[in-house]
């Protein structure tokens, strides 16, 4: 089935910019979506088809999806973007939603 | 605002049912543009889909679970159901029931844009 690699961990400073990469062969023929989740929490929709913020998402997050890897933005981190984030494909060979392993953000 | 909650039993023993609900309110389940799903999530792991239904009763499971898992509406209580059989420690997890949005389509099932809070689910014995 379709695999969706993300790394573990990105670290970034307050104010800077946080990229966050999914890969997957050819993911740039496929609807990539990103999710947020917080300690304890559910996760929370930040970006759909690539790079549609849903209603209530700030500006600061943006989304790409080109070739075999797609890329969640986060400009101008906050110590409240500190989160796990995962990219979701709809596999569409093994009728699966495919989810990436997830990736730690942390506000230094 | 669409919440969603669901609930059921914590604990279950090695080898029985996993059964769970998921009430929706503040929007109808019969509405013909969502689908709605399960999502789990093992202690310290990452998300793994297992099946979503639309208010008519069709379903679509995750392959590897297929086998296992029964899926179930009730529109007039605006709920969905979810079965597990034969559970196994493995299926310890947080279960997340929510919307999903987007397209449906061959090569396109959207997102999933409402959860529930989650509800953790222990197999032991």
């Known amino acids: 089935s379709y695999v969706l690699t993300q790394p573990p961990s990105v670290s970034v400073a307050p104010g800077q910019t946080a990229r966050i990469a999914c890969g997957g062969n050819?993911?740039?023929?496929?609807?990539v979506h990103w999710y947020q989740q917080k300690t304890g929490q559910a996760p929370v929709l930040v970006i759909d088809?690539?790079?549609v913020r849903p209603s209530g998402i700030p500006e600061r997050f943006s989304g790409s999806n080109s070739g075999n890897t797609a890329t969640l933005i986060i400009s101008r981190v906050e110590a409240g973007d500190e989160a796990d984030y995962y990219c979701q494909v709809w596999d569409s060979s093994s009728d699966l939603y495919v989810f990436g392993g997830g990736t730690k953000v942390t506000v230094l | 605002q669409l919440q969603l909650q669901e609930s059921g039993p914590g604990l279950v023993k090695p080898s029985e049912t996993l059964s769970l609900t998921c009430t929706v309110s503040?929007?109808?389940?019969?509405?013909?543009?969502?689908?709605w799903g399960w999502i789990r999530q093992a202690p310290g792991k990452g998300l793994e889909w297992i099946g979503s239904?639309?208010?008519?009763?069709?379903?679509y499971y995750n392959p590897s679970l297929k086998s296992r898992v029964t899926m179930s509406v009730d529109t007039s209580k605006n709920q969905f159901s979810l079965r597990l059989s034969s559970v196994t420690a493995t299926d310890t997890a947080i279960y997340y029931c929510a919307r999903r949005g987007g397209y449906s389509g061959h090569d396109d099932r959207g997102y999933f844009d409402y959860w529930g809070q989650g509800t953790l689910v222990t197999v032991s014995s």
């Open positions: 050819n993911i740039g023929r496929k609807s």
């Open positions: 239904i639309f208010y008519s009763g069709y379903t």
């Open positions: 503040g929007g109808s389940i019969s509405s013909s543009s969502y689908y």
């Open positions: 088809y690539d790079s």
